[in-house]
T-cell receptor
Framework: AQSVAQPEDQVNVAEGNPLTVKCTYS??????LFWYVQYPNRGLQFLLKYITGDNLVKGSYGFEAEFNKSQTSFHLKKPSALVSDSALYFCAVRETGNTPLVFGKGTRLSVIA | DAGVIQSPRHEVTEMGQEVTLRCKPI?????LFWYRQTMMRGLELLIYFNNNVPIDDSGMPEDRFSAKMPNASFSTLKIQPSEPRDSAVYFCASKPGQFYTEAFFGQGTRLTVV
């Protein structure tokens, strides 16, 4: 069965500093990996995905993620954090093309001015 | 497109009452998913449909929960009778049929059962 782990419930970072939100996954075949962001009282918004190809994926709002097959990780990164990046971030995995996403528990990012 | 539309945004009901949550997916999307979000369990898949047909309802917690998709533009999630432990945010999401596309989420319905 597929699963996702986000080891940190909360990440705090100062504005302007780089940020990393961690994600590891477990699937039996090739992983299809996604990051979503949730702002207060809103639905989930898609940030980026890895399907195949380049291990570094660029997405919305300056975010990027690096796929590492040997470490089964897909960490979300941004070179310079903004206060407006403060939100709940979810990593998700899908084992085949059209099966539902399986989500991690989420990591709350707080960017402090 | 207006995106995935859910109604109501908030629902407060008394224990034992029937609750119906509604979802209008994005036009042309072949897949529709219902998720539930709680602090304790995070985001859980309840059920999903492909071309209006339920594919997997193994996430539906009890027989009190039922979901329908009578046509491509409408789905409902019904809880009867409702219980306080059903309090959560319920999300609907839809996805095109092409492989590896992302799902698009509605803004959710916050359900409170008192």
């Amino acid at each position: 069965a597929q699963s996702v782990a986000q080891p940190e419930d909360q990440v705090n970072v100062a504005e302007g500093n780089p940020l990393t939100v961690k994600c590891t996954y477990s699937v039996s075949g090739n992983p299809y990996l996604f990051w979503y962001v949730q702002y207060p009282n809103r639905g989930l918004q898609f940030l980026l995905k890895y399907i195949t190809g380049d291990n570094l994926v660029k997405g919305s709002y300056g975010f990027e993620a690096e796929f590492n097959k040997s470490q089964t990780s897909f960490h979300l990164k941004k070179p310079s954090a903004l206060v407006s990046d403060s939100a709940l971030y979810f990593c998700a995995v899908r084992e085949t093309g059209n099966t539902p996403l399986v989500f991690g528990k989420g990591t709350r990012l707080s960017v402090i001015a | 497109d207006a995106g995935v539309i859910q109604s109501p945004r908030h629902e407060v009901t008394e224990m034992g009452q029937e609750v119906t949550l509604r979802c209008k997916p994005i036009s042309g999307h072949d897949y529709l998913f219902w998720y539930r979000q709680t602090m304790m369990r995070g985001l859980e898949l309840l059920i999903y449909f492909n071309n209006n047909v339920p594919i997997d309802d193994s996430g539906m917690p009890e027989d009190r929960f039922s979901a329908k998709m009578p046509n491509a533009s409408f789905s409902t999630l019904k809880i009867q009778p409702s219980e306080p432990r059903d309090s959560a945010v319920y999300f609907c999401a839809s996805k095109p049929g092409q492989f590896y596309t992302e799902a698009f989420f509605g803004q959710g319905t916050r359900l409170t059962v008192v």
